[in-house]
Protein backbone atom coordinates (compact mmCIF):
# COMPACT_ATOMS: atom_id res chain seq x y z
CA UNK A 1 0.00 0.00 0.00
CA UNK A 2 2.84 2.16 0.48
CA UNK A 3 4.34 1.52 -2.53
CA UNK A 4 1.59 2.69 -4.67
CA UNK A 5 0.91 5.20 -2.38
CA UNK A 6 4.51 6.43 -3.29
CA UNK A 7 4.10 5.65 -7.17
CA UNK A 8 1.22 8.11 -7.42
CA UNK A 9 2.93 10.73 -5.64
CA UNK A 10 5.35 11.31 -7.60
CA UNK A 11 4.03 12.24 -11.01
CA UNK A 12 6.18 14.44 -12.48
CA UNK A 13 10.04 14.59 -12.03
CA UNK A 14 11.53 16.75 -9.16
CA UNK A 15 9.06 16.58 -6.75
CA UNK A 16 10.30 16.56 -3.65
CA UNK A 17 8.78 13.83 -1.27
CA UNK A 18 5.49 15.13 0.49
CA UNK A 19 4.48 12.76 2.49
CA UNK A 20 6.61 9.88 4.57
CA UNK A 21 5.74 6.51 3.63
CA UNK A 22 4.60 4.42 6.16
CA UNK A 23 5.05 0.58 6.77
CA UNK A 24 1.54 -0.17 7.54
CA UNK A 25 -0.62 2.46 7.56
CA UNK A 26 -4.27 2.76 10.61
CA UNK A 27 -7.36 2.38 8.66
CA UNK A 28 -9.52 5.49 8.71
CA UNK A 29 -11.81 4.73 11.63
CA UNK A 30 -8.99 4.26 14.50
CA UNK A 31 -9.42 4.28 18.31
CA UNK A 32 -6.35 6.47 18.64
CA UNK A 33 -6.49 9.86 17.47
CA UNK A 34 -4.70 9.21 13.90
CA UNK A 35 -2.18 12.13 12.73
CA UNK A 36 -3.48 13.68 9.76
CA UNK A 37 -2.27 13.35 6.54
CA UNK A 38 0.19 16.13 5.45
CA UNK A 39 -2.05 16.95 2.40
CA UNK A 40 -4.83 17.05 4.54
CA UNK A 41 -3.27 19.37 6.92
CA UNK A 42 -2.15 22.06 4.49
CA UNK A 43 -5.75 21.44 2.48
CA UNK A 44 -6.96 22.52 5.98
CA UNK A 45 -4.64 25.41 6.83
CA UNK A 46 -5.22 27.13 3.23
CA UNK A 47 -9.06 26.57 3.89
CA UNK A 48 -9.19 27.58 7.53
CA UNK A 49 -12.09 29.68 8.54
CA UNK A 50 -11.33 33.54 8.45
CA UNK A 51 -14.13 34.98 10.55
CA UNK A 52 -15.43 38.41 9.28
CA UNK A 53 -13.68 41.31 11.31
CA UNK A 54 -16.35 42.36 13.13
CA UNK A 55 -17.55 46.11 12.58
CA UNK A 56 -16.69 48.81 15.40
CA UNK A 57 -20.11 48.42 17.91
CA UNK A 58 -22.49 51.45 16.30
CA UNK A 59 -21.76 53.04 20.05
CA UNK A 60 -17.93 53.57 18.63
CA UNK A 61 -17.97 55.07 15.65
CA UNK A 62 -21.00 57.76 16.09
CA UNK A 63 -19.02 60.43 18.54
CA UNK A 64 -20.86 60.61 22.02
CA UNK A 65 -23.39 63.38 21.98
CA UNK A 66 -23.96 63.93 25.17
CA UNK A 67 -27.44 64.42 26.21
CA UNK A 68 -28.00 68.14 26.74
CA UNK A 69 -29.65 67.94 30.52
CA UNK A 70 -32.16 69.80 30.04
CA UNK A 71 -32.02 72.47 32.59
CA UNK A 72 -33.54 71.95 36.03
CA UNK A 73 -36.19 74.66 36.84
CA UNK A 74 -34.53 76.03 39.47
CA UNK A 75 -31.68 76.85 36.84
CA UNK A 76 -34.58 78.32 34.65
CA UNK A 77 -35.78 80.47 38.01
CA UNK A 78 -32.45 81.49 38.74
CA UNK A 79 -31.39 82.38 35.19
CA UNK A 80 -34.77 84.52 35.24
CA UNK A 81 -34.02 86.26 38.46
CA UNK A 82 -30.45 87.27 37.15
CA UNK A 83 -32.03 88.58 33.89
CA UNK A 84 -34.13 90.71 35.55
CA UNK A 85 -31.26 91.90 38.05
CA UNK A 86 -29.08 92.47 34.98
CA UNK A 87 -32.11 94.99 33.77
CA UNK A 88 -32.78 96.76 36.66
CA UNK A 89 -30.01 97.41 38.76
CA UNK A 90 -27.81 99.87 37.20
CA UNK A 91 -25.21 98.88 39.67
CA UNK A 92 -23.60 94.71 39.72
CA UNK A 93 -20.25 94.31 41.59
CA UNK A 94 -18.41 90.89 41.49
CA UNK A 95 -16.61 89.89 44.51
CA UNK A 96 -14.69 87.13 45.45
CA UNK A 97 -15.33 85.74 48.99
CA UNK A 98 -12.63 83.83 50.94
CA UNK A 99 -15.01 82.15 53.67
CA UNK A 100 -16.15 85.31 55.08
CA UNK A 101 -18.35 84.24 58.25
CA UNK A 102 -22.08 84.19 58.72
CA UNK A 103 -21.84 86.77 61.26
CA UNK A 104 -19.66 88.94 59.55
CA UNK A 105 -21.48 88.04 56.48
CA UNK A 106 -24.78 89.61 58.49
CA UNK A 107 -23.32 92.22 59.16
CA UNK A 108 -22.42 93.23 55.54
CA UNK A 109 -25.62 92.71 54.35
CA UNK A 110 -27.33 94.67 57.62
CA UNK A 111 -24.86 98.23 56.37
CA UNK A 112 -25.12 97.49 52.89
CA UNK A 113 -29.38 96.91 53.03
CA UNK A 114 -28.97 100.33 54.30
CA UNK A 115 -28.05 102.21 51.27
CA UNK A 116 -30.62 99.53 49.33
CA UNK A 117 -27.72 97.29 48.08
CA UNK A 118 -28.22 93.56 48.07
CA UNK A 119 -25.67 90.72 48.28
CA UNK A 120 -27.15 87.95 46.52
CA UNK A 121 -25.45 84.38 45.64
CA UNK A 122 -25.83 82.55 42.49
CA UNK A 123 -24.41 79.03 41.33
CA UNK A 124 -21.57 79.68 39.10
CA UNK A 125 -22.75 77.23 35.75
CA UNK A 126 -26.14 79.28 35.84
CA UNK A 127 -24.16 83.05 35.85
CA UNK A 128 -22.17 81.48 33.04
CA UNK A 129 -24.52 80.29 30.72
CA UNK A 130 -26.40 83.37 31.31
CA UNK A 131 -23.66 85.71 30.51
CA UNK A 132 -22.80 83.62 27.60
CA UNK A 133 -25.79 84.27 26.02
CA UNK A 134 -26.01 88.05 26.81
CA UNK A 135 -24.12 91.18 26.07
CA UNK A 136 -22.05 90.62 29.27
CA UNK A 137 -19.71 88.09 27.87
CA UNK A 138 -16.67 89.80 29.00
CA UNK A 139 -17.83 89.01 32.39
CA UNK A 140 -17.28 85.81 32.16
CA UNK A 141 -13.64 85.55 33.31
CA UNK A 142 -14.78 87.54 36.77
CA UNK A 143 -16.99 84.50 37.65
CA UNK A 144 -14.61 81.59 38.69
CA UNK A 145 -14.26 80.23 42.36
CA UNK A 146 -16.04 81.52 45.20
CA UNK A 147 -18.38 84.70 44.03
CA UNK A 148 -20.84 86.51 45.22
CA UNK A 149 -23.01 89.33 43.19
CA UNK A 150 -23.84 92.71 44.79
CA UNK A 151 -26.62 94.76 43.08
CA UNK A 152 -27.98 97.56 43.65
CA UNK A 153 -30.47 100.14 41.49
CA UNK A 154 -28.30 103.47 42.28
CA UNK A 155 -24.62 103.30 41.70
CA UNK A 156 -23.56 104.13 45.05
CA UNK A 157 -19.94 103.00 44.93
CA UNK A 158 -18.18 104.77 47.90
CA UNK A 159 -20.87 103.20 50.63
CA UNK A 160 -20.44 100.14 49.13
CA UNK A 161 -16.20 100.49 49.13
CA UNK A 162 -16.13 101.79 52.82
CA UNK A 163 -17.98 98.70 53.85
CA UNK A 164 -15.94 96.10 51.79
CA UNK A 165 -12.66 97.56 53.17
CA UNK A 166 -13.95 96.05 56.98
CA UNK A 167 -13.95 92.99 55.71
CA UNK A 168 -10.78 91.94 54.00
CA UNK A 169 -12.08 88.67 52.70
CA UNK A 170 -14.47 90.35 50.29
CA UNK A 171 -12.45 90.75 47.18
CA UNK A 172 -13.55 92.90 44.47
CA UNK A 173 -13.08 91.82 40.95
CA UNK A 174 -14.84 94.04 38.99
CA UNK A 175 -18.23 96.08 38.74
CA UNK A 176 -20.57 96.61 35.69
CA UNK A 177 -21.89 99.75 36.37
CA UNK A 178 -24.46 101.34 33.86
CA UNK A 179 -23.08 98.68 31.57
CA UNK A 180 -19.71 99.72 31.50
CA UNK A 181 -17.19 96.70 32.57
CA UNK A 182 -14.87 98.35 35.07
CA UNK A 183 -12.10 97.28 36.83
CA UNK A 184 -10.99 97.84 40.69
CA UNK A 185 -9.36 100.89 40.08
CA UNK A 186 -12.07 101.98 37.48
CA UNK A 187 -14.45 101.55 40.29
CA UNK A 188 -12.69 103.72 42.51
CA UNK A 189 -11.72 106.27 40.12
CA UNK A 190 -15.98 106.14 39.80
CA UNK A 191 -16.31 106.54 43.12
CA UNK A 192 -13.82 109.58 43.18
CA UNK A 193 -15.92 111.30 40.25
CA UNK A 194 -18.38 114.27 41.36
CA UNK A 195 -22.11 113.85 40.68
CA UNK A 196 -23.56 114.80 37.57
CA UNK A 197 -24.81 118.33 38.52
CA UNK A 198 -21.25 119.59 39.30
CA UNK A 199 -19.93 118.22 35.72
CA UNK A 200 -22.75 119.76 34.13
CA UNK A 201 -22.24 123.15 36.08
CA UNK A 202 -18.32 123.01 35.33
CA UNK A 203 -18.91 122.02 31.70
CA UNK A 204 -21.05 124.78 31.07
CA UNK A 205 -19.13 127.28 32.80
CA UNK A 206 -16.34 126.29 30.70
CA UNK A 207 -18.00 126.50 27.46
CA UNK A 208 -19.28 130.07 27.79
CA UNK A 209 -16.18 131.00 29.47
CA UNK A 210 -14.52 131.64 25.96
CA UNK A 211 -17.74 133.56 24.83
CA UNK A 212 -18.08 135.55 28.46
CA UNK A 213 -14.20 136.79 27.53
CA UNK A 214 -14.67 138.02 24.34
CA UNK A 215 -17.67 140.15 25.56
CA UNK A 216 -15.98 141.41 28.50
CA UNK A 217 -13.43 142.48 26.36
CA UNK A 218 -15.18 144.07 23.90
CA UNK A 219 -17.55 146.02 26.33
CA UNK A 220 -14.29 147.38 28.17
CA UNK A 221 -13.90 150.64 26.57
CA UNK A 222 -17.13 151.62 26.97
CA UNK A 223 -17.75 150.68 30.57
CA UNK A 224 -14.62 152.05 31.93
CA UNK A 225 -15.31 155.26 30.09
CA UNK A 226 -19.10 155.41 31.67
CA UNK A 227 -17.51 154.72 35.26
CA UNK A 228 -14.95 157.55 34.98
CA UNK A 229 -17.27 160.01 33.20
CA UNK A 230 -19.64 159.01 36.14
CA UNK A 231 -16.91 159.66 38.89
CA UNK A 232 -16.55 163.23 36.43
CA UNK A 233 -19.93 163.74 37.10
CA UNK A 234 -19.79 163.00 40.72
CA UNK A 235 -16.48 165.07 41.18
CA UNK A 236 -18.06 167.95 39.61
CA UNK A 237 -20.97 168.50 41.55
CA UNK A 238 -19.43 169.51 44.81
CA UNK A 239 -17.05 171.49 43.79
CA UNK A 240 -14.07 172.75 41.21
CA UNK A 241 -11.35 170.82 41.73
CA UNK A 242 -9.67 172.17 38.43
CA UNK A 243 -6.21 169.63 38.58
CA UNK A 244 -8.63 166.70 39.66
CA UNK A 245 -10.63 167.46 36.31
CA UNK A 246 -7.79 167.78 33.70
CA UNK A 247 -5.68 164.99 35.43
CA UNK A 248 -9.17 162.43 34.46
CA UNK A 249 -9.43 164.07 31.30
CA UNK A 250 -5.57 163.35 30.33
CA UNK A 251 -6.44 159.83 31.84
CA UNK A 252 -9.76 159.07 29.70
CA UNK A 253 -7.51 160.41 26.41
CA UNK A 254 -4.66 157.57 27.39
CA UNK A 255 -7.60 155.32 27.76
CA UNK A 256 -9.25 155.53 24.91
CA UNK A 257 -5.82 155.95 22.54
CA UNK A 258 -4.98 152.76 24.08
CA UNK B 1 -10.51 68.85 44.63
CA UNK B 2 -8.67 69.80 48.37
CA UNK B 3 -5.40 69.61 48.95
CA UNK B 4 -3.81 66.20 49.32
CA UNK B 5 -3.42 66.07 53.21
CA UNK B 6 -6.53 68.02 54.19
CA UNK B 7 -6.32 71.65 55.67
CA UNK B 8 -3.10 73.86 54.62
CA UNK B 9 -0.52 74.44 57.56
CA UNK B 10 0.47 77.93 58.12
CA UNK B 11 2.60 77.92 61.53
CA UNK B 12 5.44 78.98 59.53
CA UNK B 13 3.76 81.40 57.44
CA UNK B 14 3.75 85.21 58.24
CA UNK B 15 2.49 86.64 55.58
CA UNK B 16 0.57 85.74 51.97
CA UNK B 17 0.22 88.21 49.34
CA UNK B 18 -1.57 87.49 46.19
CA UNK B 19 -1.82 89.77 42.93
CA UNK B 20 -4.00 88.89 39.95
CA UNK B 21 -5.86 90.15 37.02
CA UNK B 22 -9.54 89.20 37.08
CA UNK B 23 -9.78 89.63 33.60
CA UNK B 24 -6.93 87.07 32.61
CA UNK B 25 -7.97 83.60 31.79
CA UNK B 26 -4.65 82.13 33.62
CA UNK B 27 -6.14 83.41 36.94
CA UNK B 28 -8.07 80.14 38.05
CA UNK B 29 -5.44 78.35 39.77
CA UNK B 30 -4.51 81.28 41.93
CA UNK B 31 -7.87 82.20 42.49
CA UNK B 32 -8.17 78.85 43.92
CA UNK B 33 -5.30 79.09 45.74
CA UNK B 34 -6.73 81.86 47.11
CA UNK B 35 -9.63 80.48 48.65
CA UNK B 36 -7.91 77.84 49.84
CA UNK B 37 -5.02 79.64 51.85
CA UNK B 38 -7.76 82.01 53.06
CA UNK B 39 -10.38 79.23 54.00
CA UNK B 40 -11.33 79.37 57.63
CA UNK B 41 -9.34 76.09 58.80
CA UNK B 42 -6.19 77.84 57.07
CA UNK B 43 -6.39 80.76 58.86
CA UNK B 44 -7.19 79.06 61.94
CA UNK B 45 -3.44 77.27 61.85
CA UNK B 46 -1.95 80.54 62.37
CA UNK B 47 -4.20 83.70 63.76
CA UNK B 48 -1.48 85.63 63.15
CA UNK B 49 -0.25 84.98 59.52
CA UNK B 50 -2.17 87.73 57.12
CA UNK B 51 -3.34 87.66 53.72
CA UNK B 52 -3.10 90.65 51.32
CA UNK B 53 -5.47 90.22 47.87
CA UNK B 54 -4.63 92.25 45.02
CA UNK B 55 -6.67 93.01 42.50
CA UNK B 56 -4.70 94.62 39.18
CA UNK B 57 -5.75 95.21 35.33
CA UNK B 58 -2.55 95.45 33.95
CA UNK B 59 -2.12 91.92 32.34
CA UNK B 60 0.09 91.02 34.44
CA UNK B 61 1.08 87.54 35.53
CA UNK B 62 -0.71 86.15 38.59
CA UNK B 63 1.71 85.72 41.56
CA UNK B 64 2.33 84.71 45.13
CA UNK B 65 4.36 85.77 47.55
CA UNK B 66 4.51 84.34 50.93
CA UNK B 67 6.86 85.55 53.18
CA UNK B 68 7.59 82.92 56.19
CA UNK B 69 8.51 83.83 59.78
CA UNK B 70 12.47 83.26 59.82
CA UNK B 71 12.61 85.70 56.97
CA UNK B 72 12.60 83.70 53.54
CA UNK B 73 10.21 84.61 50.64
CA UNK B 74 8.54 82.42 48.11
CA UNK B 75 7.40 83.55 44.66
CA UNK B 76 4.94 81.48 42.57
CA UNK B 77 3.71 82.97 39.27
CA UNK B 78 0.96 80.88 38.85
CA UNK B 79 -0.41 81.36 35.54
CA UNK B 80 1.06 78.14 34.55
CA UNK B 81 1.13 76.19 37.46
CA UNK B 82 -1.91 74.73 39.33
CA UNK B 83 -3.36 74.92 42.56
CA UNK B 84 -2.20 71.49 43.79
CA UNK B 85 1.05 72.39 42.30
CA UNK B 86 1.30 75.77 44.46
CA UNK B 87 -0.44 74.08 47.47
CA UNK B 88 2.44 71.31 47.43
CA UNK B 89 5.36 73.56 47.09
CA UNK B 90 3.50 75.58 49.91
CA UNK B 91 3.32 72.39 52.02
CA UNK B 92 6.74 70.70 51.34
CA UNK B 93 8.39 74.02 52.44
CA UNK B 94 6.08 74.46 55.64
CA UNK B 95 7.18 71.12 56.29
CA UNK B 96 10.18 71.51 56.12
CA UNK B 97 10.78 74.22 58.62
CA UNK B 98 8.40 72.85 60.96
CA UNK B 99 9.10 69.22 61.64
CA UNK B 100 12.06 70.39 63.48
CA UNK B 101 9.84 71.89 66.13
CA UNK B 102 7.46 69.10 65.51
CA UNK B 103 10.06 66.59 65.62
CA UNK B 104 10.93 68.15 68.99
CA UNK B 105 6.86 67.75 70.40
CA UNK B 106 6.96 63.99 69.03
CA UNK B 107 9.73 63.09 70.73
Known sequence: MAATLCGRLFPKSGWLPLTQSVRHGSKAVTRHRKPVHFLKQKMMAVTEYIPPIPAAPPGALAPRVRKTEEESALAVLLRKDLETLFKECKMIAVVQNNAINAEDLMVLRHKLKRHNISVKFFPNQVT??????SIYSNMLPLFVGQTVIIVSKEPKVKEMLQVLKHSPQMVLLGACIENTLLSYQGILNYSKLPSMITIQ?????????????????????????????????????????????????????????? | MAASRGAVVLKTVKKIIVQFCPFESNVRSTREFLIMVGSEKARATNMNCEVFTEVKHDRSEPTVDITFVDGERLMMKGSKLTTQEMLSALQTRCSAKDPQAKAGDKK
Open chain 1, 128 to 133: RSFLSN
Open chain 1, 201 to 258: GELVSGLTMMTSRTVSMLRHHPVHLSALLQQYVKQQDPGDSTNVVTDKDTSTIQETAA
